[in-house]
């Protein structure tokens, strides 16, 4: 893998113009483009093909009963993307499900990854769902699930990378949003760790957003990024 594809660029907007734009731009740069529920919801498979000159991480977060959701991995297997996102917690049936419908594109399939805990519940909101485990304990048990049960990798946070990538070993794919490089502003990412300091920790993806397309050159942002992982 050259080190210029460890970087992964979320086109989040529902404009199709500005995706196009930004994926023009910053394709050079990327291994993959992700796309985001919004978008696909907003422009659907017309607006998926409008971007081009990268590969297509498409991230809708599946998560329904095994049948539907292998459905929904089959209508988007003409598309090709590259790699397609469900919920660990629809449980194993759900997860195998998946996989096998993916298999269905044979050498083209796309991988699919796992998210575990949303990065957006705390201890407290696992309380409430009757989770007694901490978030790291139940990010691991249902990383452990997704892979036993055929996802190719997780979404995970770069607080929880090094820590997987120790217990699951090194063929699991970790792909890490929540990434900021020095001297970019948070937003609304909490926890956050550079790009060089997310791959030696053992991403083998990292996903950047607003600091690429919020940047006044999203070329150049992406570029640096990227030769900041070589
Ligand atoms: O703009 P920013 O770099 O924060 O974008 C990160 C991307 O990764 C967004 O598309 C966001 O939805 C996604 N993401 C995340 N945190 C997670 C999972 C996905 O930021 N835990």
């Known amino acids: 893998m050259s080190a210029t594809n460890r970087l992964i660029v979320a086109l989040d907007t529902v404009d199709t113009t500005q995706a196009r734009a930004w994926a023009e731009a910053v394709a050079p740069h990327s291994g993959l483009l992700k796309v985001g529920l919004e978008f696909f919801l907003a422009n659907g498979v017309a607006g998926y ?9 498409l991230d809708l977060k599946l998560h329904d009963i095994p049948n539907t959701v292998a459905g929904g991995v089959r209508a988007v297997l003409p598309l ?17 499900a998946a996989h096998q419908a993916a298999s269905g594109a044979g050498a083209d399939r796309p991988m699919i990854l796992a998210v575990t805990v949303l990065t957006s519940l705390g201890q407290s909101d696992l309380h409430a769902a009757g989770i007694a485990a901490t ?6 048990r249902l990383g452990r699930l997704a ?20 217990s699951l070993g090194s063929s699991v794919k970790l792909i890490v949003p929540g ?7 948070a937003g609304d990412q909490a926890r956050t760790m550079t790009p060089a300091q997310a791959v030696a920790a053992g991403a ?3 996903v950047v957003g607003r ?16 030769a900041s992982i070589q």
């Open 49 to 57: 093909r409008a971007i081009v000159g990268a590969p297509i991480f």
């Open 80 to 96: 090709r993307p590259r790699m397609l996102t469900i919920h660990a917690a629809g449980g194993a049936a759900m997860i195998q």
């Open 135 to 140: 978030p790291a304990e139940q990010v691991l």
């Open 147 to 166: 892979i036993e049960s055929g996802a190719d990798g997780l979404v995970c946070s770069p607080m929880e990378v090094a820590m997987l990538r120790q």
């Open 179 to 185: 990434i900021r490089p020095e001297g970019a502003a």
């Open 204 to 206: 083998d993806w990292i």
């Open 211 to 226: 600091p690429i397309t919020g940047a006044p050159d999203p070329a150049a942002a992406a570029a640096s990024i990227a």
